[in-house]
């Protein structure tokens, strides 16, 4: 039993969900994998909506940072079935999670589940790579969404992604669906390449 933690209050309800691998650019240009944690946020919980709205803030540049930000708020404010509602981070942070570190969270992610029958992918954002060296890090949307899979394995997962990320989607083996060009589907079972 862990006691050096049983008398310090933990604020950060975010829920580990698992781990995964990332690739992170070395001092002589060669790619390692380094861990990152794949975290659900609570978003009744003011220190995770912080962290959330830091990070979206630090992310300047990115908008899907501030919609994910928004819709969070918006979540917590109107009391919204926070199961049919979810909020994901991937973080190299991996310890004192009762202090969430905004500047090691290194993608986002906002799903729905209104509809049983499918994961909708609402966003996804990856920190933006002209902030502090991001571009030392790869693999970070493949990691989020291999790790949504995990979560939901008998599930489809869908999607309308822009024209600028339509390319990576089917990089990792979405298959794209519908008569509008920007729908993807990733199907029950299948994992990301």
Not at 69 to 75: K, V
């Amino acid at each position: 039993m862990d006691t050096k933690n049983q008398n310090r209050p933990i604020f950060f309800y975010g829920k580990y969900i698992n781990t995964k691998k990332i690739l992170k650019s070395t001092r002589n240009a060669s790619l390692k994998e380094t861990a990152a944690n794949f975290v659900e946020l609570d978003t009744t919980c003011p220190l995770d909506l912080k962290s959330l709205g830091r990070t979206a803030d630090e992310w300047k540049s990115a908008e899907y940072a501030k919609m994910i930000y928004i819709q969070a708020f918006s979540t917590s404010i109107e009391r919204l079935n926070k199961d049919l509602h979810k909020f994901y981070v991937l973080t190299t942070q991996t310890k004192n999670f009762e202090k969430p570190d905004s500047k090691k969270i290194k993608g986002l992610m906002k799903i729905s589940l209104e509809d049983r029958d499918c994961v909708i992918l609402d966003y996804l954002q990856v920190k933006p790579e002209k902030q502090e060296n991001n571009s030392k890090y790869k693999h970070i949307g493949k990691s989020l969404v291999s790790a949504l899979r995990e979560l939901f394995p008998n599930l489809p997962i869908v999607l309308t992604a822009t024209k600028s990320s339509a390319g990576f989607y089917k990089k990792i083996g979405l298959k794209q669906t519908g008569k509008q060009s920007g729908q993807f589907t990733l199907p029950a079972g299948q994992d990301v390449r």
